[in-house]
């Protein structure tokens, strides 16, 4: 969801101080009345029949899809990349492309939940339509179910091969990230420092359980991998310097400006100059300010990428974009915005989720989502099972959406059936693997295709 008002021009200008970052995130405050939700939607592909990865090149890979829905329909622009189609911008949002090829939905910023909802569905029967043509097969799950990472395609972006080239220094797991994950992210709006704030940290307190319900990435390389949720496993051995629950935000005083001293601190991937990428070799932003790079100055549009290259489970650009869910199959797509707007875009919710598990401490909400992980709702809380929490939470979230007296607390009406048997989709997907499926991979794919 992108929020910019600026010109290119005056990002392209040199920064000559540091409240100017801070105020790129002021200038991101909306009044309530202007409160969008927006959606980003991954999914992983497979070609039909042989269940093998859906190669980039070629007549019949991802780069000739993304031509063909052009071709099909005016509306759609390619985006290209030394002559690659790399994404589609389009009235309807955007379709980019993940390092491993996994298709993404870019979601325009909409009032309602219905409208998030139709676009979703809008965006799959566009997929649907083109997976009959390429014989592909579109999933929601949240880890490639068959093939390692090393089989899977790699998009011919250069901010990817900067990426597959620093992250590894960092994290065991990152290339898995990279090419072998899917989720689904929100943006939210917020009018205010101490508004967006306390959204960050209602964020954080609930994303453990947010992660739990939502979790569903327990098969890989075709077999059980131990955990229900092996993605956020895979998160957590990525990047230090720029993943996690961001313990920095419950710190007395926090705001805007130890957001961006934050950021500065984190190295940076590249920049950005005369469409070529040039890569930062692990230079912190503070000292690409100070230092300079290769001849060239930080701008303000140098602060705007970086900023999208930090992936705590919840973030602050212009918006705040909370990121913990997997992808999950369809009649649970519509759930996950929901579930945001009503836990973030009401004040009474908010407070209850912070009394609900606001006490907990930064070591302790790392204990419970790497618990969510690997028991989803089975997990353990310091309070207990963590289900009642996730059924609390859900609770909160409906009782938040009434007070918008907008009707969009139906939407939260499939969580009733995962909160009733106890098992979030990873946990189902483990059950029946293990009963009705007998180990078939048909089996997945028919539950988790879209």
């Not at 309070?383 to 929490?389: D, E, I, N, S, T």
Request: charged content about 25%; some cysteine; glycine content about 8%.
């Amino acid at each position: 969801m992108t929020l910019d008002r600026r010109t290119s021009r005056e990002l392209e200008c040199p920064i000559e101080r540091l409240d100017q970052l801070i105020g790129y995130l002021r200038e991101g405050e909306k009044p309530r009345s202007a409160w969008r939700v927006g959606i980003e939607h991954e999914k992983i592909g497979l070609r039909r029949g042989a269940w093998e990865p859906i190669e980039y090149a070629g007549p019949r890979g991802i780069e000739a899809m993304l031509r063909h829905i052009a071709a099909e329909d005016p509306s759609w622009t390619p985006v290209s990349e030394d002559e690659h189609v790399v994404a589609l911008d389009g009235t309807a949002g955007g379709i980019t492309l993940e390092p491993g090829a996994q298709v993404e939905l870019n979601g325009r910023p909409l009032f309602t939940i219905q409208e998030t909802c139709q676009e979703f569905h809008a965006h799959l029967d566009l997929l649907r339509k083109t997976a009959e043509t390429f014989g592909f097969a579109w999933l929601g799950l949240g880890v490639h179910p068959i093939h390692p990472t090393a089989e899977l395609p790699r998009v011919p972006r250069e901010r990817y091969n900067i990426m597959r080239r620093y992250l590894p220094t960092r994290g065991k797991l990152a290339l898995d990230m990279m090419h072998a994950t899917a989720s689904v992210q929100v943006s939210l709006d917020f009018e205010s420092e101490a508004d967006l704030v306390e959204k960050l940290r209602t964020a954080l307190v609930a994303t453990p359980l947010v992660a739990a319900l939502f979790a569903n990435a327990s098969i890989s390389e075709g077999a059980p991998n131990g955990f229900a949720s092996q993605r956020l496993h895979i998160w957590r051995h990525t990047d230090p310097d720029r993943t996690g629950l961001l313990p920095i935000a419950f710190e007395e005083g926090f705001g805007y400006e130890r957001y961006v001293d934050w950021a500065l601190d984190v190295p940076m991937f590249f920049i950005v100059r005369d469409s070529s990428y040039r890569a930062m070799e692990g230079k912190t932003f503070r000292r690409f300010l100070a230092e300079g790079h290769q001849g060239e100055r930080a701008t303000m549009a140098d602060f705007e990428r970086h900023l999208t290259t930090l992936f705590p489970e919840a973030r602050v650009k212009r918006i705040l974009e909370v990121r913990c869910a997997d992808a999950v199959p369809p009649e649970l797509l519509c759930t996950i915005p929901a579930l945001w707007k009503g836990l973030l875009y009401s004040d009474t919710a908010r407070r209850a989720v912070l009394d609900l598990a606001g006490g907990w401490s930064p070591a302790e909400r790392d204990q419970v989502f790497d618990a969510a992980a690997r028991h989803g709702l089975g997990a353990e809380t310091p309070r207990g099972p963590l289900l009642p929490l996730a059924c609390e939470l859900v609770a909160i979230a409906r009782t938040g959406l009434d007070g918008m007296g907008a009707g969009e607390a139906t939407y939260l009406d499939p969580l009733g059936e995962v909160l009733e048997r106890g098992r979030s989709p990873g946990e189902e997907v483990l059950a029946r693997w293990h009963s009705d499926w007998g180990g078939s991979i048909d089996r997945l794919i028919e539950f988790a295709e879209y």
